[in-house]
């Protein structure tokens, strides 16, 4: 049982089932009677549904909008002040908003007949103008996304903290124009809903593949005007989330309807071409971005303007404030400045509704930040990971208190990015670099510092007057019989590996053997009330919440136990998971039994609660606890066709106390996968009528095996003051830095051409073009004003 | 994504499937590995009432060494001829193509007849069997005929077939000990269509070269102007200018970018042929 607890290499529980295909998934269920169910989906961007005719003869099969009168729009409300509000129809109602929004559901026995239905449903829409660009969409009042708007903005909001006084004293000024592409998230497996009515329940059970269980309930039962009574969300196993499958779905209402209404199993499984289409709804900022310094290159202020392509609809609960409010909060930052203002537009455009992807707004904000920070670098003549490394927050500066009110608990920043620097071999690097390739490529070098706000908590969501605010979470733990921990908790595990962190927790309290310890996660029948999984939340919080309801157990274990012994409770204590008394010591198997099977042999004052509690967690200082990283990259160049190889990649990273090591690096691997996606591979292209031009894998490249290098991470290990263990939140990091990075890298390999790039993904055809416009080699130093 | 109704059949032999796609008066589509019709049936792009399936014809799966040239069936896979690598003499090109074919999975099914009848502009075997100068055996109900692999593709999509038609064999001249090929593609990712392709063969003491450049809109083109060059001068014709000069002939509508791309990935099939 050695090297069970936090800080173990343990190998996953759940691999075993999922290495031999034994997962079970939306997609693997099966019920008596179910139907499958296609949607049509608007091939118009913007447009008025004049008439939806169904199929003659298939009118039973065929549900539009004014079929399920009963269901509540999904509305999404904020007190943040200039929010507006944006109703969003489990079918489309009125109005198209984008292309592949739903509008009608057609049911049959199986998928393809369902779609064979959905084809003969006539519709007829008039077209609208399309608001494909954000820019153009804020400056255009005249055509709407929302009629019943003024403008088509969400939101805009408006930040200022001593910026005039800091920006006058700058002897250098660098202003840049970045932006990323719209993208899809592309888990493994899209959406996934399966419903059906429990009649000895008196339930609607709902199989969804969700991130959060509980809230999907809530929101069920709200939009359903069921009581939470009779909802049941189980999330079985979910092929990957990202935040794709935090928030209520459309087609979670729509199937949750059929379900109840007709009382049999519907299912929907998203496929791919759906998700391209409809799930094309992340990473889309600009920025414009003026940074004030001194000659040296410390950062005195930053001026930013920010347009988020917010898509057409606000999502519940966390609704599209989220992805501007992080914006806007986070873009300053590891830095340590104090001048900063900044505008950041929240644009309705005619495109899929905004989620919150895997690092949410940070890697737009890494990107901008970093590739800025480069730039004062060439400004002012120095390298850039010095310049960067004299503007880190100083370790003796934490806790650290940023322009833009981040609460920064710990860590040393600088030490992670020359630790970076030293891994990646950069003195060595810079040499060949003088040198060049045989092959005439051109190298260059990249870095990039991010920190990255974890487990916020309530003061952070209140804030924003969210129609839910995510808060404690609670945890539940049960001595078995026999011995043994059960162990449920709200949050769930898709491919985070908690059902193995979880239990070392637990084993780290109590010393029961991992394998006597069941996780029970993703059921809102067997699970205590949580938000769930998503913003790097799970481990601080449910972690939290395990380890408190393990230690609720441990005064009742020893008073059951110094009752067994015969000694008095005040002479035993619980060590190395059994109950030792001053001549001997009972297992917690005994203790078990005693309370289970032999309740005689308990004290006649023992404690009611038993051997089951649930207690709940939340951190000392809750707006969020700070990790973060440096990455570098080498990479080479081929001017000649436009393509890019990651020749090293280094990542140096602080999540506080880690749990498990290997859990850590397989979260930071993932992450960075999708980070390079972001940085050379994957975009959702729209044309001037809104239609979306990658609706295929074919058209919709992400990195494989072989365009992902193999990552060498090294960790820092610097606890947070506010949290159990000192465990800060991880499974969004590797995802924020890469493109800023390989980006940086690229331009470092250019510079001698007068090339730099800031527009994500860096194709071919964008690097060639760039290199076709560079005029001088000297270009870039002139552009510093 | 799932695909209309049809009906499926499959054929005892390669005169039944003549005669079932005949019967069927363009209704009929054959299958083979599926690796492009399956994708385009599920998107419902191709709606045939049936699909003849001849991935199993043991007619269509030999490799076979005629006296100058190796005969290889319509339904020989990739991965087949990728791994007759070592077996193939004067023909070694074929494995190296068929080893750079998307993934493995991919080549585990899709096959040569398959990739040339479906005739992507971005597709390998197209453009290399033009460059060897290959020749394609077609079966249909009133017999066979051959047609040159470089004449065989019309335009992206569209091939010298008519509705009975069955890619039978293509039939690949073997190289002469001094023949000298390259073969070079740019793919933004492993296993993807390719930007930009060309394929090359120069034979050194013949004097002859064929040169030909694929992934443009249409079917692969040749480029006889530089192939002349080098079958003249070897090494000193391959310049950057030439190949932007004889990319810009062979398939003006390239934008700049392009020419650009297409350039030099022509001129690094042709280093390979060059090298000493
Ligand atoms: C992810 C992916 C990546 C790919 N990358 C590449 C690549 O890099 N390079 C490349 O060249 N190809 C690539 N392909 C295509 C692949 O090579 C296919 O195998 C090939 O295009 C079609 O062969 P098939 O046997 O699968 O044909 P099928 O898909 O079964 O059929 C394709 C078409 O050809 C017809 N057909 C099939 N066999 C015959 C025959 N014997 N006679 C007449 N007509 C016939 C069918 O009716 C159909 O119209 C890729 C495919 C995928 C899925």
Not at chain 1, 510 to 532: H, W
Not at chain 2, 58 to 86: C, F, K, M, P, Y
Request: aromatic share 6%; charged share 20%; glycine share 10%.
């Amino acid at each position: 049982m050695a090297g069970q607890g936090i800080g173990s290499r343990v190998q996953r529980k759940e691999d075993v089932r999922y290495l031999h295909g034994r997962g079970s998934f939306v997609s693997d269920m099966m019920l008596p009677g179910q139907s499958e169910v296609a949607f049509l989906r608007s091939p118009i961007a913007h447009g008025r549904i004049r008439r939806i005719v169904k199929p003659a003869g298939s009118e039973d099969a065929v549900f539009v909008r004014a079929d399920l009168a009963s269901v509540k729009p999904i509305v999404a409300p904020s007190t943040l002040p200039t929010y507006k509000l944006s109703g969003q129809h489990p079918l489309a109602h009125g109005k198209v908003r984008f292309v592949g929004e739903a509008v009608a559901m057609c049911v049959a026995r199986t998928r393809a007949a369902a779609e064979d239905i959905a084809e003969r449903v006539e519709i007829d829409i008039e077209e609208l103008p399309p608001l494909v660009d954000a820019h153009a969409a804020r400056a255009d009042r005249s055509v709407r996304v929302h009629d019943d708007w003024d403008d088509n903005l969400f939101l805009t909001i408006n930040y200022e903290n001593g910026f005039e006084a800091k920006a006058k004293e700058a002897a250098v000024v660098v202003r840049r124009q970045i932006s990323l592409a719209r993208q899809a998230m592309v888990p493994l497996e899209g959406k996934a809903v399966l419903a059906h009515w429990d009649d000895r329940a008196d339930q609607l059970i709902v199989y969804s593949s969700t991130q959060t269980p509980h809230i999907i309930r809530v929101g069920i039962s709200q939009m359903l005007g069921l009581d939470e009574g009779q909802v049941r969300v189980i999330s079985p196993d979910v092929g990957g989330g990202f935040g794709y499958k935090c928030v209520l779905q459309p087609e979670e209402l729509c199937i949750a309807w059929l379900a109840h209404k007709f009382r049999r199993p519907f299912r929907y499984v998203e496929d791919r071409r759906e998700h391209l289409v409809a799930g094309a709804n992340s990473r889309q900022h600009h920025y414009a971005l003026t940074a004030y310094a001194d000659e040296k290159g410390h950062l005195l202020a930053l001026d930013a303007e920010v347009t988020v392509d917010g898509g057409a609809y606000s999502m519940w609960p966390f609704t599209i404030g989220l992805e501007p409010g992080q914006a806007t909060g986070n873009l300053p930052g590891p830095y340590d400045f104090r001048g900063y203002r900044c505008r950041t537009f929240c644009v309705a455009t005619n495109k899929p509704g905004f989620l919150p992807y895997r690092g949410v707004a940070r890697t737009g904000v890494c990107f901008a930040m970093e590739l800025t920070m480069d730039a004062i670098a060439r400004a002012v003549g120095r390298e850039p990971w010095e310049v960067r490394h004299d503007n880190l927050v100083a370790a003796e500066a934490m806790p650290y208190n940023n322009v833009s009110r981040k609460h920064f608990d710990s860590g040393d920043y600088r030490k992670s990015l020359l630790l970076a620097k030293e891994k990646i071999g950069f003195t060595a690097w810079r040499a060949r670099q003088r040198d060049g390739l045989p092959d005439s490529r051109r190298i260059g070098i990249g870095f990039a510092t991010y920190c990255e706000q974890s487990a916020h908590g309530t003061s952070v969501f209140a804030a924003w007057g969210l129609p839910l605010v995510p808060g404690y979470d609670q945890a539940t733990v049960r001595l078995t019989a026999d011995g043994g921990l059960e162990l449920r908790a709200g949050v769930h595990s898709h491919g985070q590996g908690m059902e193995t962190t979880l239990a070392q927790i637990a084993h780290e309290v109590l010393g029961i053997d991992l394998a006597k310890i069941r996780v029970i996660l993703g059921d809102t029948g067997q699970t205590p009330y949580s938000t769930g999984t998503y913003a790097s939340r799970s481990i601080v919080m449910a972690g939290g919440a395990v380890a408190n309801a393990c230690k609720t157990l441990l005064p009742r274990f020893v008073a059951i136990g110094a009752h067994l012994m015969q000694c008095a409770v005040a002479s035993a204590r619980f060590a190395d998971g059994q109950v030792v008394g001053p001549q001997r010591a009972v297992l917690l198997r005994d203790i078990a039994e005693a309370w289970y099977l032999r309740p005689e042999r308990l004290p006649p004052d023992v404690d009611m609660g038993g051997l089951e509690a649930t207690v709940g967690f939340r951190p000392k200082v809750d707006t969020g606890v700070f990790s973060y990283a440096s990455h570098a990259a080498i990479v080479a160049v081929d001017t000649e066709v436009g393509h890019i190889e990651i020749l090293d990649y280094v990542i140096v990273e602080d999540c506080g106390t880690m749990v498990n090591p290997m859990v850590v690096d397989g979260q930071t691997m993932g992450g960075a996968a999708q980070g390079i996606g972001t940085a050379i591979y994957e975009e959702s292209p729209y044309d001037a009528n809104g239609q979306p031009l990658a609706s295929t894998f074919a058209d919709y490249l992400l990195p494989g095996p072989t365009e992902v290098p193999s990552f060498r991470i090294y960790h820092l290990e610097t606890p947070s003051p506010y949290t159990e263990f000192g465990i800060k939140g991880m499974g969004e990091g590797g995802a924020i830095a890469p493109p800023a990075t390989i980006f940086n890298a690229v331009n470092d390999a250019l510079r001698p051409l007068g090339v730099e790039l800031a527009e994500t993904p860096l194709t071919p055809r964008r690097l060639l073009e760039a290199l076709s416009r560079a005029k001088a080699p000297t270009a870039i130093g002139g552009k510093a004003a | 994504m799932k695909a209309a109704i049809f009906d499926y059949v499959r054929p005892r032999d390669l005169a039944e499937a003549a005669r079932l796609l005949a019967d069927a008066k363009g209704g009929a589509k054959l299958l083979a590995g599926g690796q492009s019709l399956g994708p385009m049936l599920n998107l419902r792009l191709a709606r045939p009432r049936l699909l003849v399936d001849v991935a199993r014809l043991g007619e269509l799966r030999g490799i076979e060494a005629r006296d100058s040239a190796w005969r290889i069936g319509g339904g020989v896979t990739h991965a087949q001829i990728e791994d007759a690598a070592g077996r193939l003499p004067g023909a070694e090109v074929l494995c190296a193509v068929a080893a750079g074919i998307a993934y493995r999975a991919v080549r585990n099914r899709g096959t040569i007849g398959g990739s040339l009848a479906h005739a992507d502009p971005a597709a390998d075997w197209p453009l290399a069997l033009a460059a060897l100068g290959a020749d394609i055996e077609i079966c249909g109900i009133s017999g066979a005929r051959t047609v040159a692999a470089d004449r065989f593709m019309k335009g992206a999509f569209t091939v010298d077939l008519a509705e009975d038609e069955v890619v039978a064999a293509v039939s690949v001249p073997k190289l002469s000990g001094g023949a000298r090929w390259g073969y070079y593609k740019f793919c933004r990712k492993t296993g993807e269509f390719p930007e930009a392709s060309a394929a090359a063969l120069f034979d050194a003491e013949r004097r002859s070269a064929r040169v030909f450049i694929g992934a443009l809109s249409g079917a692969p083109q040749r480029i006889p102007a530089l192939a002349a060059a080098i079958a003249e001068r070897g090494a000193a014709a391959c310049t950057r200018e030439a190949t932007e000069a004889a990319v810009t002939a062979a398939a003006p509508d390239l934008d700049v970018i392009d020419r650009r791309m297409h350039a030099a990935v022509l001129l690094r099939a042709l280093q390979q042929v060059v090298r000493a």
